[in-house]
């Protein structure tokens, strides 16, 4: 087994949380879990052999295995899976994210929407690949539950889930994100690149809204205006 | 110049954009400016230059220098600075930080702050150094703007400041942030630290305040928990 690359049939996840997130949410993709030589036989331990001896997952003990794929010392877990297919439920509302290049960003951004309960998340290419153990250790193993799907161009999206309101986030948007208003059944937030942000084009895209700020800082990071919005949007809902 | 310990005087900005912000901002802390062979004589060059020569600042160039301090390849202007003293506006509203210890959550966090018009930090040891070029970087220079101190315990700090409300943020808490009621002229929103969050003690100040997320996540991550009371507290501010 070598280092995660992007054309790779396989990823794995790094660690015993996040392996065990996986065995739990995504059994039926995994091929094989690899184990160090110092891993505790502890509770988690008996719960993970139980799920690989139920699904005839292989589990492989290999020290080299695990410290060629982690760069850190105490990662005594690994879990390799097949990636998944990539789908989005048209009937929901989504995550957009336009062109996002940092994957600690898109993983947090996959466990914010989680947490806010909008479990369809949208990436245009070009863009940072998803099952990359970066972006799935970020993501705390949330990429486990979320639907994704990525497009090549917005209007290749657009096309395809019109049944919805668009909200495009940009600084020269003029309506304020608390003055929102939502009237169709589901909606889109849609977010830019990390440094440039949305180019013009998405002003005459539904309704662009705007967070406010001082001029004090240029922008908000990336993954802190999605949870803004994602708050906002949300936060009449019952969770 | 070696590379930065905690107990060192001095700190430094890596990079053109944070130099340059270093300069604009706390040009009389400003020791000595490093430039690399390779920076560009452009509009920004010649900015720094008379700045510099302004306020008696040294200009050296030394590629040795810049190579030993930066992990990054295309680092060519480094700004040193004494380290400034630790000073917040009692008359203000705080964030409040209890023992942080990821020193890019704490620059994302200045960022935010700033960016929401709270320019007063208080952060609450054991905790991360604000003066780590780490967090300076992903503070993306917002570390200029901000009056901050440090406490040994919060009791220090709420027997100094006592003329605000308190808002913890807690999963225990029962009050929804979006229906929080602000009494004072002041207040204080208060965070804890990142895998634990506030310990039950908490429960017990102010009134402690929950952004209400679903099952399928622990927390947040804490500079978009931040964020999105930042958000929410200053969103009716004309910035």
Redesign the interface.
Known sequence: MKKYKKQDEYSYTLGTTLTMELLNKKVEYVKRVYIHSKLEKNDTYYKMTDICNKNNIEITLSDKTINTLSDKENCYMIGVFKKFEESINYNYNHIVLVNPSNMGNLG?II??S????INNLVIIKPAVDIFDPKVIRSS?G?IF?INFKYYDTFNDYKNECNNRDFFPFMLKAKT???DKVINNNYYSLIFGPEAQGLDDSYLSVGTPLI????????S??L???V??AL??FT???S?
Chains 1, 2 share one sequence.
């Open positions: 947090t466990r914010s989680i947490g806010f309960g705390m949330a539950n304020n994100l608390k967070i406010k700020h001082t001029k004090n800082i240029d908000l990071n993954d802190n205006a949870s803004i708050y906002e936060k009449d809902s969770f």
